[in-house]
């Protein structure tokens, strides 16, 4: 069992929490005492941090649409599909027809691997997020 | 952010959230702080507790309209011209810091000049708000030392969003409230992450730390680091891409980690955009009602699961850190991207995301210090932080604004979109309540959150109710222009008579069919908290 110091992922505030993980699992959270923004403080949605990493309905595995439906695959076979289909309409339209939508929920890393692939391989300016909602 | 950007030059709170607590006046505009910044309402109480005065200018009566010294019970969409209406008392009163404009800002002549010929009646009768009330707030924050003003989504989500922002911009130049510390402005964001996304250029026009694409010597510079040939035409805004219909200017769409079925306005519209396209793609960690409606969707790791940064409110940079591997075959954003990128015959290989932020660090000015063995050790460091020796930088525009001088920029009102008439006379505004979150994919996952809020509820004045003959969780049938959703009523005295309120966490309750597309012409923020609905009892 051990304490991993991290960071809220609900609000703008930023609370410095720990999350706290027992054998494999995440299972409670508590907030950092010297942490400007929480102060040893969370609001409930903090507390409750850990409820939903590991609910039942967590996306597991690749789904691809087939006969209508999304059925289970490999990730090869979902990330060949996906290179093939957005490279192929991001050639035809030099980047026109293709956007992309970056996520608040991401890190800073991740949205700039987004925007990075959006402009430098797919050639495209068409990605934004909900900075506007 | 685009009033913040073209008046003080940068697009972010001045202040770091501890600083507000050493506030002598606060002024909340459109924000409903205790349930949505919990955080944040919490440094207001203990302000108030050390003597400072809050105001609050809010068309609800709110947790924080109930404490505050002065509430102004403004009517939806009016700020503009309740803002100028105190403007205008602070000249008439001499309160305005003449020091203050003259070194540190431009066209004050032309604010003057608007607010000379502005009418105090007419802002009486738009804003249903009385001249006594406005005239003494107006006085508690010209006279204050240290003011803050913090707003959010109330102020943004309104056709006239940037114009308002613009008016607190003013109203907070005029008085000499922004460049100290304990003092300025400070817009508070809704995400965890929007501040970094936005700092990255999750952007159609910019390229990280703000540097726009049409530029040529950015362009360049970012040519030479990526070694690939750039697009200097800035793209297409979010709702640009999600409401182009059936012959919208998209054929493919990558969406990560958002759900813009349920987030978005008008949200048939939103289906049938994406219904049309030939592939889309969603990474997720839930299987949300975007995802449903994907060709290909990829499994995501959690927060708890990956390693990288946050960048919050008050721009501090820090660490999130990984406690448990991907859970199943779920794999982090960056692997995927890493992965795709490849597969479309572009190497990025980073050994971890700590080498991702040393790029970042060389390219993004603003992130110039920012590397993963200084953010490790510290509480995070707030930008601009421009090389590994500086300490950050805790609250903005000491000495001089990012732009140089301050700019004024003259507002006047602009009514909003749609306002009730005889067929829907009922005012619709919506927003966040404690409980939940956004669009309730993490949130509704949680048991205790969903005990406590498990489904949307219509706030609506008892004198409405009895009209409607509608009792506390009755159903109600709400329809606009746009669509019908269904809702429990729960009568209470925080809305006024002819105004409701619900949120939009809940999937059953979509209200975002009836919402309206209508945005404001510069940020393209949609007008989230003002249509008009017709309500009758099921």
Not at chain 1, 63 to 82: F, H, I, Q, Y
Not at chain 2, 25 to 42: C, F, K, M, W
Not at chain 2, 120 to 134: C, K, M, N, S
Not at chain 2, 314 to 331: A, D, H, N, T, W
Request: hydrophobic letters at 35%.
């Amino acid at each position: 069992m051990h304490d991993v110091l991290t960071t809220c992922v609900y609000c703008g505030c930023g609370c410095g929490l720990y999350l706290h993980e027992h054998r494999g699992r995440v299972t409670g959270s508590s907030p950092s005492r010297n942490h400007p923004v929480s102060r040893n403080n969370l609001c409930v949605k903090g507390w409750h941090l850990h409820e939903f990493i590991h609910h039942p309905s967590r996306l597991t595995e690749p789904l691809m649409r087939k006969n209508g439906r999304l059925t289970p695959v490999s990730w090869d076979e979902a990330m060949n599909c996906a290179a093939r289909e957005l490279g192929r309409i991001a050639a035809a339209s030099d980047g026109k027809a293709v956007g992309l939508l970056s996520s608040a929920k991401c890190t800073n890393e991740e949205n700039y691997l987004l925007q990075k692939l959006a402009r430098a391989v797919l050639h495209t300016n068409n990605i934004d997020h909900c900075a506007r909602l | 952010m685009a009033g913040l950007a073209t008046t003080f030059g940068s697009g972010a709170m001045t202040n770091s959230i501890n600083e507000i607590e050493n506030a002598q006046v606060i002024l909340l505009i459109g924000s409903n702080t205790s349930e949505a910044h919990p955080q944040v309402a919490r440094r207001i109480f203990t302000a108030m507790d050390r003597g400072a005065r809050l105001i609050v200018i809010d068309p609800r009566r709110t947790l924080m309209a109930k404490r505050a010294d002065i509430h102004l019970p403004i009517r939806p969409g009016t700020d503009i011209p309740l803002l100028n209406a105190m403007m205008r008392v602070i000249l008439d009163e001499n309160l305005a810091d003449d020091l203050f404009i003259e070194m540190r800002t431009e066209n004050f002549y032309g604010l003057r000049d608007m607010l000379f010929r502005f009418d105090l009646e007419e802002t009486v009768r738009l804003t249903g708000v009385d001249l006594a009330r406005i005239r003494a707030a107006a006085q508690l924050y010209g006279r204050a030392q240290k003011a803050v003003i913090c707003y959010c989504l109330g102020i943004t989500q309104h056709v006239c969003g940037t114009g308002n922002v613009q008016a607190i911009a003013n109203l907070a130049m005029l008085t000499g409230h922004v460049e100290k510390e304990d003092t300025g402005v400070d817009p508070l964001r809704g995400q965890n992450n929007v501040q970094g996304a936005c700092d990255m250029g999750a952007l159609p026009n910019v390229f990280p730390s703000y540097q726009q694409v049409d530029i040529d010597d950015y362009r360049e510079k970012f040519e030479r680091a990526w070694h690939a040939s750039l697009p200097g035409q800035p793209g297409l805004t979010l709702m640009q891409m999600t409401h182009g219909g059936k012959n919208g200017p998209l054929k493919a769409m990558f969406i990560m980690g958002e759900n813009p079925v349920l987030s978005d306005p008008v949200s048939d519209r939103v289906e049938e955009t994406l219904d049309n396209l030939e592939f889309l793609l969603v990474a997720d960690i839930f299987l949300t009602e975007t995802a449903r409606r994907a060709h290909v969707v990829l499994p995501a790791a959690s927060f708890a699961e990956k390693t990288g940064t946050f960048t919050n409110s008050e721009r501090r940079v820090q660490m999130v850190r990984r406690v448990i591997p991907p859970l199943g075959q779920s794999r982090t954003d960056s692997d995927i991207i890493m992965d795709l990128a490849g597969r479309l015959g572009y190497a990025m290989d980073y050994e971890s995301p700590a080498e991702i932020m040393e790029e970042i660090s060389m390219l993004a000015p603003i992130y110039g210090g920012m590397q993963h063995d200084r953010l490790e050790n510290s509480w995070g460091l707030q930008w601009p932080c421009w090389d590994r020796s500086h300490p950050g930088t805790p609250f903005l525009h000491k000495y001089y604004f990012t732009r140089g001088r301050g700019r004024f920029t003259p507002v006047v009102h602009e009514p909003p979109a749609e306002l009730p008439d005889d067929d829907y006379p009922f005012l619709l505004n919506t927003g966040r309540i404690y409980h939940q979150y956004h669009t309730g994919t993490m949130s509704r996952h949680s048991a205790l959150l969903s005990r406590e809020a498990g489904e949307a509820l219509l706030q609506l004045h008892p004198e409405d109710g009895r009209r409607l003959g509608v009792r506390s969780g009755d159903l109600l049938r709400m329809r606009s222009r746009r669509g019908e959703v269904q809702v429990k009523a729960e009568l209470t005295e925080t809305v006024r008579p002819g105004e409701v309120y619900t949120t939009f966490h809940f999937s059953e309750m979509p209200v975002n069919r009836l919402t309206i597309s209508a945005q404001d012409h510069f940020s393209q923020c949609p007008e989230y908290k003002i249509c008009a609905v017709h309500l009758e009892k099921v």
